[in-house]
C-alpha cells in the first residue's frame, strides 16, 4: 500500500488496465462531487462496507480515496489484512482538488494575459 499525490497517480493509472477507482466516503459526499469512473463503497456502513469488499477481485489494482486520507488509508489497510495483496493506491480528495484548482487558477490568470 502507498499513498500517493495526484501526479503520481494519474500516471500511474495511464499505465494500469486493469484497476478500480473506489470512493470510501458516504453516499452524500459521494453525490457532491466525484471522480469520473469512480465507485463508492460506504466506509461509515461498515456491514455493507465489508460486504462490498469481499465482492472485490483480490488480484486487481486497486485506487482507494476519501476527503482527507483517513479513511482510504483505513481501507487499504483492512484490504491488505483481508488478502489484496496487489496494488492498493490510497489518497485525499482534499488534496488532489486543492492541486486541481491551483493549476486551473494559474491557467486563467495565464488566459487573461493573453
Given at each position: 500500500?502507498?499513498?500517493?499525490?495526484q501526479n503520481k497517480w494519474r500516471s500511474q493509472l495511464e499505465s494500469e488496465e486493469d484497476y478500480l477507482i473506489i470512493d470510501v466516503r458516504t453516499s452524500e459526499e459521494f453525490e457532491e462531487i466525484r471522480l469520473p469512473n469512480s465507485?463508492?463503497?460506504d466506509f461509515y456502513?461498515?456491514?455493507d462496507f465489508m460486504q462490498e469488499l469481499e465482492k472485490l477481485d483480490k488480484n486487481?489494482?486497486?485506487?482507494?480515496?476519501?476527503?482527507?486520507?483517513?479513511?482510504?488509508?483505513?481501507?487499504c489497510e483492512l484490504m491488505k489484512e483481508i488478502g489484496f495483496?496487489?496494488?492498493?493506491?490510497?489518497?485525499?480528495?482534499r488534496r488532489f482538488l486543492r492541486a486541481f484548482f491551483l493549476v486551473l487558477f494559474f491557467l486563467c490568470v495565464l488566459l487573461r494575459r493573453l
Amino acid at each position: 500500500m502507498s499513498d500517493i499525490d495526484q501526479n503520481k497517480w494519474r500516471s500511474q493509472l495511464e499505465s494500469e488496465e486493469d484497476y478500480l477507482i473506489i470512493d470510501v466516503r458516504t453516499s452524500e459526499e459521494f453525490e457532491e462531487i466525484r471522480l469520473p469512473n469512480s465507485i463508492n463503497i460506504d466506509f461509515y456502513n461498515p456491514q455493507d462496507f465489508m460486504q462490498e469488499l469481499e465482492k472485490l477481485d483480490k488480484n486487481k489494482a486497486y485506487y482507494i480515496y476519501c476527503r482527507t486520507g483517513s479513511r482510504s488509508a483505513n481501507t487499504c489497510e483492512l484490504m491488505k489484512e483481508i488478502g489484496f495483496l496487489i496494488y492498493l493506491r490510497c489518497f485525499d480528495l482534499r488534496r488532489f482538488l486543492r492541486a486541481f484548482f491551483l493549476v486551473l487558477f494559474f491557467l486563467c490568470v495565464l488566459l487573461r494575459r493573453l
